[in-house]
């Protein structure tokens, strides 16, 4: 769904695209078909542009060897091709989940960018391996990376835990605007919300890169309370930033 919403918001900040996508996308003849296990297909789909913005690949919990194909593999395919063609910066779409067995801070407080990696389930191990794969191209060859770990896009928060982890559409659209235009030096990890009262993350890095979030989860939060009640604090799905992945999984 945020692949959609991206295709339609990006082009108003000025950027062409070039789509690659395992199927056909509707209103883009140009776009490339294939998916991160094709070389070719990537060589193809890297030539020429400035930046690639990668949200490919499996986007929850999955057998390993699947994520090893598409989440592993597939972005060390990528990240070759970017390289070949010289890309200048890749904006990475990691997770929440590369930090999801970080406990859930008190209240009030938010978790720095720099708190150990924490891998929820296999998936967001794959997401830690994109991050450091992000650290040394940038350290070996100086391609530039923003990682961003994302934590729920939808268009609405549906859940108590996305009164804190919620990132709404537009909001995407200027994280990703700011992480394809801000300064980088290297490979910055960046969280990926919106400006939610009860936000678990530091937005510091992603306002370094201009990032100026407009939603706030909160203005949902009265329904959703009313629905399902606050926030359990013994429940062990809200012990951890991961929330259901740290139950899920291997
Ligand atoms: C993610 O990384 C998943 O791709 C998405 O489906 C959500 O589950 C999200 O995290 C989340 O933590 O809410």
């Known amino acids: 769904m945020w692949v959609s919403g991206l295709r339609e918001l990006l082009p108003a900040y000025g950027y062409r695209l070039r789509c690659f996508d395992r199927l056909p996308v509707p209103g883009e003849p ?21 930046a690639v913005v990668h949200l490919a690949g499996i986007p929850g919990e999955a057998p390993f060897a699947d994520i090893l ?73 100086g391609t ?39 300064p980088v030096a290297g490979h910055v990890v960046a969280y990926g919300i919106s400006a939610n009262t009860r936000a678990w993350w530091d937005l510091a890095s992603a306002r370094a890169l201009g990032y100026r979030p407009q939603d706030d989860a909160e203005a949902f939060a009265a329904d959703l309370i009313a629905k399902h009640g606050e926030l359990p604090p013994d429940e062990p799905e809200f012990h951890y930033l991961g929330g259901h992945f740290t139950q899920t999984g291997p």
């Open 69 to 141: 194909a598409a989440n592993i593999d597939g972005t060390h395919r990528l990240y070759e091709a970017a390289r070949a063609a010289g890309v200048r910066r890749i904006v990475h779409a990691s997770s929440n989940h590369a930090v999801g067995f970080t406990e859930r801070p008190a209240d009030g407080a938010t978790v720095p960018v720099d708190t150990p990696q924490r891998p929820d389930t296999y998936y967001g191990l794959s997401k830690c391996f994109g991050e450091n794969l992000a650290s040394l191209y940038a350290d070996r060859h």
């Open 144 to 182: 530039e990376t923003v990682s961003l770990r994302i934590g729920s896009f939808a268009d609405e928060p549906h859940s108590i835990r996305m009164l804190a982890t919620w990132l709404s559409p537009g909001d995407c659209a200027r994280l990703v605007h700011a992480a394809l235009t801000g």
């Open 30 to 50: 140009d776009a490339i078909t294939a998916d991160l296990g094709d070389a070719e297909a990537l060589a193809a789909a890297t030539r020429g542009v400035d």
